[in-house]
């Protein structure tokens, strides 16, 4: 069967699958199962992987997707890799290095897709879920959803898909 079938077209001519394969893992849940089970997702027929920052897997999901490409499984692309922006990146200058560093630890030259994660900003910065002294999540209260599609311009070529997607 025709695997376009399985898929949709984009308004750019490329098509994402149906079906996804998700790569979030509980904690306790050790990280290199991310890389045995992405490499059976892919055996398995997935061409979808759907990764985000914030998952803490992305390495052992690009180990996964290099080595099923270098054995000839897959092509790079076959593969439609979407990953997400998260919370505490949403301020326009921090939305590239996000992006390059998930770039960086899934071995990949771009996403096909990347997309915000859920529609809420915390506080800007590494810790990615900032709290207060009583333990309540601290949110950026300066950030309005204000992303232009100028200002994803700024990702040209490091994603196919630039189209501005308030939330997924």
């Known amino acids: 069967m025709d695997p376009k079938v399985w898929c949709l077209e984009l308004n750019d001519g490329h098509f994402i699958p149906v079906l996804g394969f998700g790569t979030y893992a509980l904690e306790e849940v050790p990280k290199s199962k991310a890389l045995e089970d992405t490499k059976l997702g892919i055996d398995a027929g997935f061409r979808h ?69 859920y529609p809420t ?19 950026d209260t300066v950030f309005e959803f204000q992303l232009t599609s100028d200002d994803m311009k700024v990702l040209d070529g490091l994603n196919r898909n630039l189209r501005y997607l308030p939330f997924h």
């Open 49 to 117: 992987i759907d990764c985000a920052h914030v998952y803490g897997n992305e390495k052992e999901v690009g180990l996964a997707i290099r080595s099923k490409i270098e054995d000839g499984t897959v092509k790079r692309e076959d593969i439609f890799c979407n990953s997400k922006l998260w919370v505490t990146f949403l301020q326009p200058e921090l939305v590239r290095p996000a992006l390059e560093q998930s770039l960086k630890n899934l071995q990949l030259d771009y996403v096909d897709l990347y997309i915000i994660h």
């Open 121 to 139: 900003a915390l506080k800007p910065g590494e810790e990615l879920f900032p709290e207060d002294e009583h333990g309540k999540a601290i949110f």
